[in-house]
């Protein structure tokens, strides 16, 4: 895993941020990255952060490196709920040979937010903490606020609907028409029906303490199918365990949960 460097690296802005307007707070800057909040319609909100050339951050399961993101509300009025949500990854290959999920270029974590009382506005506050790495990773910070509008017609509306058109969707693994098995001691194949679209990958999170390495396995149908494998887990634990799987691609991402049993 590629170490966060703490001394010296991060430069948050301390002077001249971008200017805010009713729907978006300023921009927080950081060694490159910069990040803010912006309101869409009643209940909606976002984190946009926009990374420099070259540099990623990352998804709720970093991969071989980096670190997830991390939200804080703490501190923000008349709030009864905000729920971030996380945009399908991509697999990011590492000039180290590692592997990262996360995502480069740009990325807008949308947030449900609830009202205590929904007669009065509600001003979130968000410490932000995130990775961003180059060629090296950097530890990155962002206190954020913003006073969501009542009203009106945000200028973001379609730049949070596109993100949430990119969060995964929940369903079964039988509605994939998926089919897991057993190829061996703690090694199992995931296939999914074929469908139009872009490539598609699988990503897994498992328990603290357990690691679960995926790659595709060619299936000469169409259907597309991973490999699964149990590189990792506590010293005291035992199979079956309960993964969260996330296919991406084809006529878009899903989430899903899988049980991975002992090889019998």
Not at 66 to 71: E, I, K, N, Q, R
Not at 176 to 203: H, M, Y
Not at 210 to 223: E, N
Request: hydrophobic share 50%.
């Amino acid at each position: 895993m590629k170490p966060l460097i703490f001394a010296g690296a991060i430069a948050l802005a301390g002077a001249a941020p971008a200017a805010a307007d009713d729907y978006a707070s300023a921009w927080a800057h950081a060694s490159l990255a910069q990040a803010r909040l912006i309101a869409g319609a009643a209940g909606e909100a976002a984190v946009e952060v926009r990374l420099a050339p070259g540099a990623i951050t990352y998804w709720r399961n970093p991969g071989d490196s980096g670190a997830p993101p991390s939200f804080d509300f703490a501190g923000s009025q008349n709030l009864a709920r905000a729920e971030p949500r996380f945009p399908a990854p991509q697999r990011i290959a590492e000039p180290d040979g590692s592997e990262a999920f996360g995502y480069d270029g740009a990325v807008v974590f949308p947030i449900a937010v609830a009202a205590a009382d929904a007669s009065r506005p509600v001003t979130l506050k968000l410490a932000l903490d995130y990775a961003v790495c180059d060629k090296l990773c950097l530890p990155a910070k962002a206190a954020l606020s913003l006073t969501l509008p009542q009203g009106g017609a945000s200028p973001y509306l379609e730049t949070i609907a596109t993100a949430q058109a990119q969060v995964p969707r929940a369903v079964e693994a039988s509605a994939l028409g998926g089919a897991l098995q057993s190829t061996g001691a703690n090694a199992w194949r995931f296939c999914a029906k074929a469908e139009a679209g872009p490539a598609r990958d699988l990503f897994v999170e498992a328990p603290e303490g357990w690691w679960i390495a995926t790659k595709p396995d060619a299936a000469s149908d169409g259907r597309a199918c991973f490999a699964l494998e149990l590189q990792q887990k506590p010293d005291d634990a035992k199979l079956p365990v309960a993964i969260r799987a996330t296919l991406t691609g084809g006529a878009g991402a899903r989430e899903f949960p899988l049980a991975l049993a002992a090889n019998p």
